[in-house]
């Protein structure tokens, strides 16, 4: 008996888990601002992004799922940076500078890359990376997306918001 009331239960949370529209963004969080250092030693500020959708995904190089993502985010980039969209890779890495400098130089990285501190990870609630933050053009995360880059619902997405 307790068995069926759980399955019972489960099959009803995924069936209203499933009843919310994946088509619609409804942003209802700011994101947290930021200043952070890129590769070339200036700062980025977020709050200074106002008026742009950004793409902002949180990673390391150690990390096997973060090195796949990173064609998907440099495609984003080359096709809609153009149009108004900015690329960001926030580097959670510990080790030097340096290494993350190499890194990106050999991955062919063209988007700009922050070196990330605990605080900015905190401030988004960084579990898990990669982890890609969708922002508007008024500064409202629209979407978060978990684990490895989605780019047909990043790319839609993102036409979606520009």
């Not at 949370?13 to 590769?39: E, H, R, Y």
């Not at 500078?97 to 700009?112: C, P």
């Amino acid at each position: 008996m307790f068995r069926r009331a759980g399955i019972a239960i489960v099959v009803a949370l995924a069936i209203a888990a499933g009843c919310t529209s994946g088509d619609k963004m409804n942003p209802v969080t700011q994101a947290p601002d930021f200043s952070l250092q890129d590769l070339s030693g200036q700062h980025v500020r977020l709050a200074d992004l106002k008026g742009k959708v950004v793409l902002v995904e949180f990673w390391a190089t150690w990390c096997p799922p973060c090195r796949e993502s990173i064609p998907v985010m440099e495609r984003l980039h080359k096709t809609y940076g153009g149009k108004g969209l900015v690329t960001l890779g926030v580097s959670l890495d510990d080790g030097g500078w340096e290494e993350v400098q190499s890194f990106a130089s050999a991955h062919g990285i063209t988007y700009r890359v922050l070196k990330g501190d605990d605080r900015v990870s905190a401030s988004y609630m960084v579990r898990v990376i990669p982890m890609a933050v969708l922002v508007n053009k008024d500064g409202m995360i629209a979407r978060q997306y978990l684990g490895g880059a989605d780019e047909s619902g990043m790319e839609r997405d993102i036409r979606a918001l520009l």
